[in-house]
């Protein structure tokens, strides 16, 4: 046997035609053949831890949908061959090497699973040879059935992981994002409960390995955010992220509640993807910027330069205020990235809207008005309302550790609403 990636792939079905023609001449028994010359093939079905009562099953892929799937894979085996003997040739000039190669490497993961694919369904088709040849040995064909039946679930797994390769992909979840967070009914509580999903994101991304930059905070009386604004910047930021965005709602006895009451708050969450000046073609004939001197605490560290600024977008009216820096130049680079970032959503988004009914049904639109979300602190659970999962480790979830309870679920659910409309098209 071979091990091909993290599947395990049997070696060449001559072994299993050695052992037919020495089983029957008897020279060796059937207990030779022990369990240990079989594997089991870990599928993407076990992969999916879920905390909830309602269940989110993998799809089955229809014949249909199978047949549509092998003739776009049927194009991309035909495209890559053609792109190498392009490669190939002496006479190309570097701007079409370069363009040809990059289109290549596009296509070496699909390429990679294919070729498994392809080498599982010729695995298939020798073990039914196998079987057909040992009518009269039980034991011979009960062991390659079982090996069979392992090989077709590797098949189905292949199947589904290349149908997720061809999914459409939002071009946005490569991006770092901006994180928003801002305190909404409920007072004061509302504002420290808003320091703590500021924080949460803050350890969740160090967790990840991500750089977490504070761009602006405003803090209440007691100290709590009445808003924060952060910079997350890594692999796969906003894809990991752009389902937090929401109402946040959180149930516990305030610090300032004496007698004992448990109370309802609310923030409300906002992830951007991050973009620059060329992604939204910002022109300085659209901005208006003021400067301003930034609130201190007085004495010696009060402001006293404008080195607060504030941009105002004129065509969408669009205001970012930012004073966190003793720096106008650095405020203002601040202030220019987030609102590149808020006006890249607002294109990115009218951009998507018709595009998935099931996602925006489901999973939920990712509107910040939207209640996505509670945290139940006296009876220790949260609860995502979009699929439905409770975990009762809130203090875990707080640290940024059971996070990934909830994105990984909604990740999969999008993954799901994805393959579904992909086979009713």
């Known amino acids: 046997m071979r091990r091909n990636g993290n599947l395990t792939i049997l070696g060449s079905i001559k072994s299993w035609k050695s052992l037919l023609d020495l089983k029957r001449k008897d020279q060796i028994s059937t207990a030779a053949l022990s369990t240990s010359s079989r594997r089991r093939i870990p599928t993407v079905f076990n992969l999916v831890?879920?905390?909830?009562?309602?269940?989110?099953?993998?799809?089955?892929?229809?014949?249909?949908?199978?047949?549509?799937?092998?003739?776009?894979?049927?194009?991309?085996?035909?495209?890559?061959?053609?792109?190498?003997?392009?490669?190939?040739?002496?006479?190309?000039?570097?701007?079409?090497?370069?363009?040809?190669?990059?289109?290549?490497?596009?296509?070496?993961?699909?390429?990679?699973?294919?070729?498994?694919?392809?080498?599982?369904?010729?695995?298939?088709?020798?073990?039914?040879?196998?079987?057909?040849?040992?009518?009269?040995?039980?034991?011979?064909q009960k062991m390659a059935s079982e090996e069979l039946s392992e090989a077709?679930?590797?098949?189905?797994?292949?199947?589904?992981?290349?149908?997720?390769?061809?999914?459409?992909?939002?071009?946005?979840?490569?991006?770092?994002?901006?994180?928003?967070?801002?305190?909404?009914?409920?007072?004061?509580?509302?504002?420290?409960?808003?320091?703590d999903i500021f924080k949460m994101y803050e350890k969740y991304s160090a967790k990840k390995g991500w750089k977490y930059e504070v761009l602006e905070i405003a803090e209440s009386d007691l100290k709590g955010y009445k808003e924060a604004?952060?910079?997350?910047?890594?692999?796969?930021?906003?894809?990991?992220?752009?389902?937090?965005?929401?109402?946040?709602?959180?149930?516990?006895?305030?610090?300032?509640?004496?007698?004992?009451?448990?109370?309802?708050?609310?923030?409300?969450?906002?992830?951007?993807?991050?973009?620059?000046?060329?992604?939204?073609?910002?022109?300085?004939?659209?901005?208006?910027?003021?400067t301003y001197r930034s609130?201190?605490?007085?004495?010696?560290?009060?402001?006293?330069t404008n080195s607060a600024v504030r941009i105002t977008h004129v065509p969408s009216g669009i205001t970012v205020s930012i004073q966190d820096e003793r720096s106008q130049h650095m405020n203002k680079a601040k202030a220019l990235k987030i609102l590149?970032?808020?006006?890249?959503?607002?294109?990115?988004?009218?951009?998507?809207?018709?595009?998935?009914?099931?996602?925006?049904?489901?999973?939920?639109?990712?509107?910040?008005?939207?209640r996505i979300r509670t945290y139940n602190f006296p009876q220790g659970r949260v609860t995502d309302h979009r699929v439905g999962i409770t975990t009762h480790s809130i203090d875990d979830v707080m640290q940024g550790e059971d996070l990934d309870t909830f994105i990984d679920a909604l990740l999969l659910r999008e993954e799901m609403d994805a393959i579904a409309s992909f086979s009713s098209t």
């Open 152 to 195: 077709t679930e590797g098949e189905k797994e292949l199947q589904l992981l290349l149908l997720k390769s061809l999914l459409p992909k939002d071009d946005a979840d490569e991006r770092d994002s901006i994180l928003e967070v801002r305190a909404g009914t409920g007072g004061e509580e509302a504002s420290l409960f808003a320091m």
């Open 295 to 304: 609130g201190g605490s007085g004495g010696q560290h009060a402001n006293t």
């Open 49 to 140: 831890r879920l905390y909830s009562t309602e269940e989110l099953q993998q799809p089955q892929l229809s014949v249909d949908l199978i047949k549509m799937m092998e003739q776009r894979l049927s194009s991309i085996e035909n495209r890559n061959l053609h792109l190498q003997r392009f490669l190939n040739q002496p006479e190309l000039t570097p701007s079409e090497y370069s363009t040809a190669n990059k289109e290549l490497k596009k296509l070496r993961d699909s390429v990679h699973l294919i070729t498994e694919l392809r080498a599982k369904q010729k695995e298939i088709q020798e073990l039914k040879s196998v079987i057909s040849e040992c009518q009269d040995d039980k034991d011979m």
């Open 229 to 290: 604004i952060a910079s997350i910047s890594g692999s796969g930021v906003y894809g990991k992220l752009k389902f937090e965005s929401g109402i946040h709602r959180v149930q516990r006895v305030p610090v300032t509640e004496k007698g004992g009451r448990v109370h309802t708050s609310a923030v409300s969450v906002a992830i951007l993807p991050q973009a620059d000046q060329l992604d939204v073609k910002l022109r300085n004939e659209d901005l208006r910027i003021d």
């Open 340 to 370: 590149c970032a808020k006006l890249y959503e607002i294109e990115r988004l009218r951009f998507q809207s018709s595009r998935s009914k099931l996602r925006l049904e489901q999973i939920g639109s990712g509107d910040r008005s939207e």
